[in-house]
């Protein structure tokens, strides 16, 4: 059973621009989080999907937004990029349903030059 | 404001010994605690997890600890292995239906060999 894949998993861009990051969950899984981790901050929740509709919002800006496809693919997108932006974005996908643990990716690893 | 806390940055064990990692938490409302690992550029790796109506729960070399009285988790790791090292992260959630995960800002183990 493959895990969660993201992609890419290094991204460059330059202050002002837009990304786009991919999280493809676990076969099964319906629910994808994203979290992002900082040496500063640590792990913080951004925003989390389930059956295409945003559950849950992390205190982030509204530069920051994310969406679910049918098939619980996310994407999360991150408009006129900040230096501090800068961060390893992971994704984490859980079947559905309390208790159950969230399975991550590996990252994409966004520098913001 | 609400947060999930880590006693030590760094614990440095022998191979063989013992490893306890403990974590503090504030918020008497969570019912439901994750310990994540994490090596060098690898996303978090689920450990275990304990529900607020447990007090232990055991898995293979690991076990973990969860005092309600005092807000307070561990997870001890027997006869650590080099492989064991990595940053460990203990993480809640709220029993309010909120799913998103506050993180501790982690232990780094070292196990020396």
């Known amino acids: 059973k493959a895990g969660v894949t993201q992609t890419p998993r290094y991204l460059i861009k330059t202050r002002g621009q837009q990304v786009t990051l991919s999280c493809s969950p676990i076969?099964?899984?319906?629910?994808v989080s994203w979290y992002q981790q900082t040496p500063g901050q640590g792990l913080q929740f951004l925003f989390e999907?389930?059956?295409?509709?945003?559950?849950n919002k992390g205190n982030f800006p509204g530069r920051f937004s994310g969406r679910q496809f049918s098939n619980s693919r996310s994407e999360m997108n991150v408009s006129t990029l900040e230096l501090g932006d800068s961060a390893l974005y992971l994704c984490?996908?859980?079947?559905?349903?309390?208790?159950?643990?969230?399975?991550f990716g590996q990252g994409t690893r966004l520098t913001v030059v | 404001g609400e947060s999930v806390g880590l006693h030590l940055p760094t614990l440095s064990v022998q191979e063989g010994d013992n490893s306890i990692i403990n974590c503090a938490y504030s918020?008497?409302?969570?019912?439901?605690f994750i310990w994540y690992k994490q090596e060098s550029g690898k996303g978090p790796q689920f450990i275990i997890d304990?529900?607020?109506?447990?007090d232990k729960r055991q898995g293979q070399r690991v076990t973990v600890l969860l005092n309600k009285t005092v807000k307070h988790l561990s997870l001890q790791i027997a006869a650590t292995q080099p492989g064991d090292s990595a940053v460990y992260f203990c993480?809640?959630?709220?029993?309010?239906?909120?799913?998103?995960?506050?993180f501790g800002s982690g232990t780094r183990l070292q196990v020396q060999p």
């Open positions: 993480a809640d959630r709220m029993d309010t239906g909120r799913r998103a995960l506050t």
């Open positions: 984490a996908s859980r079947i559905r349903g309390s208790g159950t643990e969230a399975f």
């Open positions: 918020n008497s409302a969570s019912d439901y």
């Open positions: 076969s099964g899984h319906r629910s």
């Open positions: 304990i529900r607020s109506n447990m």
């Open positions: 999907y389930f059956s295409e509709t945003q559950r």
